[in-house]
T-cell receptor, first 113, second 116 residues
Framework: GESVGLHLPTLSVQEGDNSIINCAYSNSASDYFIWYKQESGKGPQFIID?????DKRQGQRVTVLLNKTVKHLSLQIAATQPGDSAVYFC????????????FGAGTRLAVHP | EAEVAQSPRYKITEKSQAVAFWCDPISGHATLYWYRQILGQGPELLVQFQDESVVDDSQLPKDRFSAERLKGVDSTLKIQPAELGDSAMYLC??????????????FGPGTRLTVL
C-alpha cells in the first residue's frame, strides 16, 4: 500500500553544519508534500511544503527538494542550530477526496555544540 | 497567534475505563482531525471532520472509539473501554477548508494517554 518512509532514523550533526533529512514515498499519485518538526512533548509544527509541480522550494534556512522520478523528498537545514534538534516527519497528501495526510516514521535530528 | 487547544495534556487510566479527550480548533477552521501517534512513529489519522460531518473514519476502531463534533466547532474523542495498546499521544489538528490542495494542518499539543 501507499507509505511514506525515511532512510535514516537518527541524524547527528555539529552546530553550524548543514543537515539533510531524506524521505521516500511510494505513491506516484501524491501531489503535495509537507515537512513537520516535532519537539519532545509537543505536536508537529509545519515547516515547509511543496507541490508536485515543483522541484524545489526555499524557506528561512530550510529547503525542500522533490525528485518525482525516484519518489524522493529531502529537507535541507542550513547552519543547523541546537534549537533544530527534534524529530522531523515528511508527509504526503492525496488530493482526491478530503486531503488525507500520510506521515512517515520520522527522523531524529541531534545537533551537537 | 491562534492555536489548536487540547485537554487534558496527560491522562493516566486503568484498562477497561472510559477516557475522553477534547479539542478546540483554530477559529474558523472547518476541518478537524484526530490522530494517534505511537512513540517513535508518525501520526496516524483516526477521524476527519468537515464541519460537523465525519468524512473519513476508516482507521477508527469503532468498537471502542467514538468521535463527535456536534456544532462543527470543538470535538471530543472517546475510548471505552481503554486497552493497554491504546497508550499513545492523541493529536488534534485543524485546517481551513478552501477546497484547495494546500490547506495546511495545524496541530495541537496533544494528550498523552497511559493505560495501566
Amino acid at each position: 500500500g501507499e507509505s511514506v518512509g525515511l532512510h535514516l532514523p537518527t541524524l547527528s550533526v555539529q552546530e553550524g553544519d548543514n543537515s539533510i533529512i531524506n524521505c521516500a514515498y511510494s505513491n506516484s499519485a501524491s501531489d503535495y508534500f509537507i515537512w513537520y518538526k516535532q519537539e519532545s512533548g509537543k505536536g508537529p509544527q509545519f515547516i515547509i511544503d511543496i507541490r508536485s509541480n515543483m522541484d524545489k522550494r526555499q524557506g528561512q534556512r530550510v529547503t525542500v527538494l522533490l525528485n518525482k522520478t525516484v519518489k524522493h523528498l529531502s529537507l535541507q537545514i542550513a547552519a543547523t542550530q541546537p534549537g533544530d534538534s527534534a524529530v522531523y516527519f515528511c508527509a504526503e497528501m492525496f488530493s482526491g477526496g478530503y486531503n488525507k495526510l500520510i506521515f512517515g516514521a520520522g527522523t531524529r535530528l541531534a545537533v551537537h555544540p | 497567534e491562534a492555536e489548536v487547544a487540547q485537554s487534558p495534556r496527560y491522562k493516566i487510566t486503568e484498562k477497561s475505563q472510559a477516557v475522553a479527550f477534547w479539542c478546540d480548533p483554530i477559529s474558523g477552521h472547518a476541518t478537524l482531525y484526530w490522530y494517534r501517534q505511537i512513540l517513535g512513529q508518525g501520526p496516524e489519522l483516526l477521524v476527519q471532520f468537515q464541519d460537523e460531518s465525519v468524512v473519513d473514519d476508516s482507521q477508527l476502531p469503532k468498537d471502542r472509539f467514538s468521535a463527535e463534533r456536534l456544532k462543527g466547532v470543538d470535538s471530543t474523542l472517546k475510548i471505552q473501554p481503554a486497552e493497554l495498546g491504546d497508550s499513545a499521544m492523541y493529536l488534534c489538528a485543524s485546517s481551513p477548508w478552501s477546497g484547495g490542495l494546500t490547506d495546511t494542518q495545524y496541530f495541537g499539543p496533544g494528550t498523552r494517554l497511559t493505560v495501566l
